[in-house]
């Protein structure tokens, strides 16, 4: 079992810079894909970055790529989200996720979420 706690959601203004930490319990961390997902009021989850076990390889939603960067430090069990230019439409609760790649249909494990909030 991995128990995920996200930290660094606030309120910040269109244009504004924002950096997410996910810490990771466990000793298995490196074996982790992580993964960044958020969900706005009224709306249904979605993607937002994804980072492989080792740090190598990233993959983002369309709708980030170019403004947010996922990255992980694997002695420090921790998966970061820096997140620049947002925009208002980035408001959402942030969740991040682990997949212990064991199954291949998804993610296992989730954290419950850091609030974004993007004012106009």
């Known amino acids: 079992q991995v128990q995920l706690e996200e930290s660094g959601g606030g309120l910040v203004q269109a244009g504004d810079s924002l950096s997410l930490s996910c810490a990771a319990s466990g000793r298995t961390f490196s074996s982790l894909a992580m993964g960044w997902f958020r969900q706005a009021p009224g709306k249904e989850r979605e993607f937002v970055a994804r980072?492989?076990?080792?740090?190598?390889?990233?993959t983002y939603a369309e709708s980030v790529k170019g403004r947010f960067t996922i990255s992980r430090d694997n002695a420090k069990n921790t998966v970061y989200l820096q997140m620049n230019s947002l925009k208002p439409e980035d408001t959402a609760v942030y969740y991040c996720?682990?997949?212990?790649?064991?199954?291949?249909?998804?993610?296992?494990?989730w954290g419950q979420g850091t609030q974004v909030t993007v004012s106009s």
């Open positions: 980072i492989n076990t080792s740090g190598g390889r990233t």
């Open positions: 996720a682990a997949d212990n790649l064991a199954n291949g249909v998804g993610y296992d494990y």
